[in-house]
């Protein structure tokens, strides 16, 4: 079943081979990160790029409701006068962050140490997921909470009024959880450090030194690194290039290397080590992608590559690399699946947390099209029928996470029989373009019974 009230059921038939240079929409962690630094910057932030999607579009509408003036030009050039660090008003309102889980859990840490209080929710996906994993250390700085059992919105937060500097080792590895913590301590006098065993997503850090805070990095061992912030700089505002998002790239790159007869160019493809797992995985697979152009574009390393389909085999994915790559298991899996040999995946105990339990969700898909697979608490096997191999023929439950619905559309353009989904409508959370975009590129879809 589906939990919209009007969902919007889309089958991807066998297509022709893709080809195109498909314009990939900003980076989604990168533009939460543009909007709320930019409203704790002092004078004028501009961000061009900006994803205009659901999930950001909600954290701009929140830090409205904390006092930022943010607008956008009919160019598509964003405009952010900030508050100031520790300038946040109090919300009048409940702030409703709808599917998106980073919007929230670095919003909730961005007031920890501001003197306001706000009530925090959003949809039902977002009202299933853990937040005690920030809460927890946000109450370290002082902020105090009060919300549902294990720590499930609706909840309420209470910013500290005399915050503390919190040194703070995360439990889970979790960019989020982070920048939570970086950006809760931003108002608290002296340092504040996060150590984190396994190098996650470093954006809140680069933007940090982007807009003047002094941020250290040191090596510690078999601790990992740890991320030291000097509290109560002075931000201010500054111009943001977001690039491409690379977890978006993911679908139009599989989708090319799957279908035969597919060439693909895209551009500007986000290189940054803490993104790029799924290209080594995939380049270890025998995918045929070459790259280009290698520079550095606002900070980030970018190239250009050039897909072209051909045969995968399978592999064996390390814990290591998954916080690299963990928004593109699903896609992986479904690559997984048009491989020769059985592909193992470790580590993935976080993909049970996110949008939907990811680990179950692509394992039910899978079962779906036809493949055979076999998962654990933190791991997944799937057994590549090679690529012509995948029946297809099923319907996807997408249990409200666009990544599902993106996923196997595109084993929808490879597989033998046509494969629906019963949900697309999340998909405009993180790519609004995406079924359009996969058209042009030649792509068929087909709205069942129209
Ligand atoms: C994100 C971090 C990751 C990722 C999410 C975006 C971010 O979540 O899955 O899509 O922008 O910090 P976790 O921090 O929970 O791993």
């Known amino acids: 079943m589906s939990a919209t009230a009007n969902p919007q059921p889309l089958a991807a038939g066998r297509s022709p081979g893709l080809a195109g240079n498909p314009r990939i929409p900003g980076d989604k962690s990168i533009s939460h990160r543009a909007l709320i630094f930019g409203a704790l910057a002092v004078g004028e932030t501009t961000v061009q790029g900006l994803l205009e999607a659901g999930d950001v579009l909600n954290t701009a509408a929140v830090l409205r409701e904390l ?14 006068h900030g508050v100031g660090v520790g300038g946040f008003a109090e919300p009048s309102n409940v702030l409703d962050h709808g599917n998106s889980g980073t919007g929230v859990r670095l919003m909730m840490g961005a007031i920890a140490t501001s003197p306001v209080c706000a009530t925090f929710t959003g949809d039902a996906s977002l009202r299933r997921r853990p937040m005690g994993r920030v809460l927890e250390p946000l109450s370290r700085f002082g902020a105090e909470t009060m919300g549902r059992k294990g720590g499930l919105l609706p909840l309420t937060l209470k910013g500290a009024a005399n915050p503390l500097p919190v040194t703070y080792e995360l439990p889970v590895p ?22 984190e065993p396994e190098a996650t997503r470093d954006h809140t850090e680069r933007m940090l030194r982007h807009f003047g805070a002094t941020v250290s990095i040191a090596d510690v061992g078999p601790q990992g690194r740890a991320i030291s912030l000097d509290g109560q700089p002075m931000l201010t505002g500054r111009e943001v290039v977001v690039p491409p998002d690379p977890s ?28 790029a797992g799924l290209l080594a995985v995939l380049t270890r697979m025998g995918a045929r992608i070459s790259r280009s152009n290698e520079r550095i574009e606002s900070g980030e390393t970018v190239a250009d590559l050039e897909v072209t389909a051909g045969a995968l085999r399978a592999t064996t994915t390390e814990p290591e690399i998954a916080p690299s790559m963990i928004d593109e298991f699903p896609i992986l899996a479904v ?3 048009f491989a020769e040999g059985t592909t193992r995946m470790n580590g993935l105990a976080e993909l049970r947390v996110k949008e939907s339990d990811r680990l179950a969700a692509v394992a ?87």
């Open 67 to 80: 006092g930022a003036d943010i607008t956008r030009d009919p160019d598509g050039t964003w405009r952010i």
């Open 174 to 195: 979790s960019a989020q959880v982070k920048s939570a913590v970086l950006l809760a301590g931003l108002n608290a006098p002296g340092r504040t450090t996060v150590i």
């Open 248 to 275: 978006s790239a993911a679908f139009p790159l599989v989708a090319a290397l799957l279908v035969p007869g597919s060439r693909l160019s895209l551009s500007r493809v986000m290189l940054n080590p803490t993104r």
């Open 335 to 337: 690559a997984a699946a």
């Open 364 to 450: 039910a898909g899978l079962g779906e099209i036809g493949i055979t697979c076999r998962m654990g608490e933190d791991w997944l096997e799937v057994d590549g029928r090679g690529a012509d191999g995948v029946p297809g023929g099923g319907r996807v439950t997408t249990h409200m996470d666009h990544r599902i619905a993106m996923s196997f559309l595109v084993a929808g353009l490879a597989a033998r029989q046509a494969v629906t989904v019963d949900d697309t409508a999340f998909i405009s959370t993180s790519f609004p373009t995406f079924i359009p975009m996969m058209e042009k590129l030649g792509a068929i879809f087909k709205r069942p019974n129209a």
